[in-house]
């Protein structure tokens, strides 16, 4: 089975720009998580969404959104880009968002550059 | 909010044990403790959960503490593919991960 899938690999955008982030869950995964991953530090939460729904979100400002599918593919979007942007940004997909115990499997992320 | 403690890094010889500690002193009732690894560009891996009790999977070994306020992650024998930034993460009821900064475990063969 193919696991979760991100696109794109690779994205330079300048300040002030607008990007989207697409990840595709493993097959039967309802939910999905985004992290942004800073280079040196660990992962920071940003949303958790399941069944469409919106079920977490972390200390990230409103220039963040997202939304899940019905097919359970995920974008993030990312409105007046800074600097401070640039980042790692993973994607992640569990069967369930609840049971507390489920793993999650990342994807190999998306590097985003803003210069 | 930092809710779990790693060192920095740690070495270990090839084909020995690796003991990894965390420690998580505001943890709640309801908090599972999960670790990860992260190799060089690659997402994060999943390698063990739990809650109360010990345990043992494929690849490793979890003992919790009793008070739960803190975890060792034990990797039993060292390979060099087991070279990578490991993490000790709470999950709330809310479902989010909070990873910390890792600890970078290096195998010296």
């Known amino acids: 089975d193919a696991g979760v899938t991100q696109s794109p690999t690779h994205l330079i955008k300048t300040r002030g720009q607008h990007v989207t982030l697409r990840c595709s869950p493993i097959?039967?995964?309802?939910?999905v998580s985004w992290y942004q991953q800073v280079l040196g530090q660990g992962p920071q939460f940003i949303f958790q969404?399941?069944?469409?729904?919106?079920?977490g979100r972390g200390n990230f400002p409103d220039r963040f959104s997202a939304r899940q599918f019905p097919n359970y593919s995920s974008e993030l979007n990312v409105n007046a880009l800074l600097l401070g942007d640039s980042a790692l940004y993973l994607c992640?997909?569990?069967?369930?968002?609840?049971?507390?115990?489920?793993?999650?499997?990342f994807g190999p992320g998306t590097r985003l550059t803003v210069t | 909010d930092a809710k779990t403690t790693q060192p920095n890094s740690m070495e270990s010889n090839e084909e020995e044990p690796v003991h990894l500690p965390c420690n998580h002193s505001?943890?709640?009732?309801?908090?599972?403790i999960h670790w990860y690894r992260q190799l060089p560009s690659q997402g994060p891996e999943y390698v063990i959960h739990?809650?109360?009790s010990n345990v043992n999977n494929r690849m490793a070994s979890l003992a919790i503490a009793e008070d739960r306020k803190s975890s060792t992650l034990i990797l039993h024998r060292a390979t060099l593919r087991d070279a990578a930034v490991y993490y000790c993460?709470?999950?709330?009821?809310?479902?989010?991960?909070?990873f910390g900064t890792g600890t970078s475990l290096t195998v010296i063969p």
């Open positions: 993460i709470l999950r709330d009821p809310g479902n989010q991960f909070y």
């Open positions: 992640a997909s569990s069967r369930t968002s609840g049971g507390f115990s489920y793993e999650q499997y």
């Open positions: 505001t943890i709640s009732g309801t908090d599972y």
């Open positions: 739990g809650l109360t």
């Open positions: 969404y399941y069944e469409k729904e919106e079920r």
């Open positions: 097959s039967g995964h309802k939910s």
